[in-house]
């Protein structure tokens, strides 16, 4: 996915909490962020539907890797940016892994087909975002 800015803008913006309602279709809002960007910072994402899953960066090499993990009851979620610097801007690389255990399984495996495209979306809003900002 191609940003139009370089990867350290995109990095910063894209893994800090505080944006994330601005760029991401399924949040409504951030609460309880402790710490700074870094391994271990945690946050509650408030989604729009009103599920509250716990947060929390499990990975940050700026401004090339940041991974976070969430999870909410039997569901745990796990979404990794890769970044390369392109020209004119970078290429941000999403990964996501979705996983629930017992009745959800079914419901998970599906979701992870079709989450990939919401993250792509979302990504190509940031990106329209952080254009517009430079």
Known sequence: MYLPVPPEV???YLVDPAHRSQWQSSL????DVSGPVAVGQRWVDVTTPGLRPAMETTELDRPHRWTERGTWRSWSAEL???FAPAPGGCE????MRIAARGPAAL?????GVLAPLAVRADLRKAGRILARRS
């Open 107 to 111: 419901a998970a495996r599906a979701l």
């Open 80 to 82: 990794t940016l890769e």
């Open 28 to 31: 409504a809002r951030v609460e």
């Open 10 to 12: 995109a990095f910063d």
């Open 92 to 95: 941000v690389e999403p990964t």
